[in-house]
């Protein structure tokens, strides 16, 4: 099986900096792309950041030029370094991974989600 693990979450100020990272680990042949998503109560689940396979990042809308996001691929990890917090960027953030469990040339990935990590800015 393959387990998906968030942390760094926490309280902090508005304006203030935080990381997040991810750890992947289990049955594993090979991943696809990573990403970090977020929900707020009553909202709907939003991208953050992205990396795809090929190194190629996307970032959501709310969040451009203020999130980095790194991945290791050999570690299998995903980091999200946030700056200039803001109180709308309060939310549970979720990482998630496309991960293949074997080498057959006809299998197929699937994705596969942490439990997620609050993160809580105060004004």
């Known amino acids: 099986q393959v387990q998906v693990v968030e942390s760094g979450g926490g309280s902090v100020q508005t304006g203030a900096s935080l990381r997040l990272s991810c750890a992947v680990s289990?049955?594993?042949?090979?991943?696809?792309?990573m990403g970090w998503y977020r929900q707020a109560p009553g909202e709907q689940r939003e991208l953050v950041a992205s990396v795809a396979s090929t190194g190629t990042t996307k970032y959501g809308p709310a969040v451009r030029g203020r999130f980095t996001v790194s991945r290791d691929y050999v570690k299998n990890t995903l980091s999200l370094r946030m700056t200039e917090l803001k109180p709308e960027d309060s939310a549970v953030y979720y990482c998630t991974a496309n991960v293949y469990t074997s080498g057959s040339l006809a299998s197929r990935a699937s994705d596969h989600w942490g439990t997620g990590t609050q993160v809580t800015v105060l004004a």
């Open positions: 289990g049955r594993i042949f090979s991943v696809g792309v």
